[in-house]
């Protein structure tokens, strides 16, 4: 797929956030928006993100032993994630994906060299942020990030099928192996948290909201119940959506922006050799400020 890029400076101050809220709704209408050749401050990097809606904050003790109840301390996910100032404060807000180890000897967020396959931001959590921010800082050339557009590939479904995922629903989660090995997560399915296949976004685009990798369970459809039905599905829209046409690949140099939509897009970061050498920035927020 051809990717919306817009040429625009972020570092100015200048209708700043009128130039936030535009590059939003074109979020929403093309799941996937790119900016090249950025030079930000982190506090540049947060005040944007905000003009468009309110910034995922690093969680509190208690929503991090969620996802972690080894390390149920604030304190370690901040060592480890946290992108870190000049003075030692944390800059909330912002996440360090990387293999670099900082001052206290810890890797970013993702640090592994090996792929991070398909997957879409906590799609088991009910106050997820559904747009995520990624920023190339440094040593970013080499490395390769796809996404799929989910708006196009649920357009060229035919109709009955359309119909027949409309009153599919799932539960996620997370599962060793299934996109990632991270040690740093806890395997678990949320039932409190039911999804629909088919999602309708603010601008009232529809398309798949398919994290595949992170759907533990299955309800509704034809034959409800039946898991030979739902793996028939699940088999038929993976082959669907990851045709080339649906895709778009990314070859990253610093100053790059990438920001997509976590509802009807979905992204996998390649294999890369040298993630202790490189570092992006990692915003999730939300379209709050979209009118």
């Given at each position: 797929?051809k990717?919306?890029e817009?040429?625009?400076?972020?570092?100015?101050?200048?209708?700043?956030d009128?130039?936030?809220?535009l590059?939003?709704?074109?979020?929403l209408?093309?799941t996937v928006?790119l900016?090249?050749?950025?030079?930000l401050?982190?506090?540049q990097e947060?005040?944007?993100?905000e003009?468009?809606?309110?910034?995922?904050?690093?969680?509190?003790?208690?929503?991090?032993?969620?996802?972690d109840?080894?390390?149920?301390q604030?304190?370690?996910?901040?060592?480890?994630?946290a992108?870190?100032?000049?003075?030692?404060?944390?800059?909330?807000?912002?996440?360090?994906?990387?293999?670099?180890k900082?001052?206290?000897?810890?890797?970013?967020l993702?640090g592994?060299k090996?792929?991070?396959?398909?997957?879409?931001?906590?799609?088991?959590?009910?106050?997820?942020?559904?747009?995520?921010?990624?920023?190339?800082?440094?040593?970013?050339?080499?490395?390769?990030?796809?996404?799929?557009n989910?708006?196009?590939?649920?357009n060229?479904?035919?109709?009955?099928?359309?119909?027949?995922l409309e009153?599919i629903?799932?539960?996620?989660?997370f599962?060793?192996g299934?996109?990632?090995?991270?040690?740093?997560?806890?395997?678990?399915?949320?039932?409190?948290n039911?999804?629909?296949?088919v999602h309708?976004n603010?601008?009232?685009?529809?398309?798949?909201?398919?994290?595949f990798?992170?759907?533990?369970?299955?309800q509704?459809?034809r034959?409800?119940?039946?898991?030979?039905?739902?793996?028939?599905?699940?088999?038929?829209l993976?082959?669907?959506?990851?045709?080339?046409?649906?895709?778009?690949?990314?070859?990253?140099?610093d100053?790059?922006?990438?920001?997509?939509?976590?509802?009807?897009?979905?992204?996998?970061?390649?294999?890369?050799e040298?993630?202790?050498?490189?570092l992006v920035?990692?915003?999730?927020?939300g379209?709050?400020?979209?009118k």
């Amino acid at each position: 797929m051809k990717v919306r890029e817009l040429n625009v400076d972020l570092s100015g101050d200048t209708n700043k956030d009128h130039i936030a809220v535009l590059i939003g709704k074109e979020i929403l209408q093309h799941t996937v928006v790119l900016i090249r050749n950025q030079k930000l401050t982190p506090q540049q990097e947060l005040n944007f993100c905000e003009a468009i809606g309110t910034v995922q904050k690093l969680p509190t003790s208690d929503q991090f032993a969620a996802m972690d109840p080894k390390k149920k301390q604030l304190e370690k996910i901040r060592a480890n994630y946290a992108e870190i100032d000049k003075n030692g404060n944390v800059i909330d807000g912002i996440y360090r994906v990387t293999g670099e180890k900082n001052k206290d000897g810890n890797e970013g967020l993702f640090g592994h060299k090996r792929v991070l396959d398909w997957h879409a931001n906590q799609p088991s959590s009910e106050t997820r942020a559904p747009c995520i921010w990624i920023y190339g800082v440094k040593n970013t050339e080499g490395s390769v990030t796809s996404w799929i557009n989910n708006i196009m590939s649920y357009n060229d479904l035919p109709k009955e099928f359309q119909q027949e995922l409309e009153s599919i629903t799932f539960y996620c989660g997370f599962k060793k192996g299934g996109y990632t090995d991270s040690e740093h997560f806890n395997e678990h399915v949320n039932k409190d948290n039911p999804l629909k296949l088919v999602h309708t976004n603010p601008d009232g685009q529809k398309g798949l909201y398919f994290p595949f990798n992170q759907i533990m369970e299955w309800q509704g459809g034809r034959y409800p119940g039946d898991q030979k039905y739902y793996d028939h599905i699940k088999n038929k829209l993976i082959k669907h959506i990851t045709q080339e046409k649906y895709q778009y690949d990314h070859h990253w140099k610093d100053g790059d922006i990438v920001i997509s939509d976590q509802w009807l897009s979905i992204h996998k970061r390649h294999e890369f050799e040298s993630m202790d050498k490189r570092l992006v920035h990692r915003i999730a927020f939300g379209y709050d400020n979209i009118k």
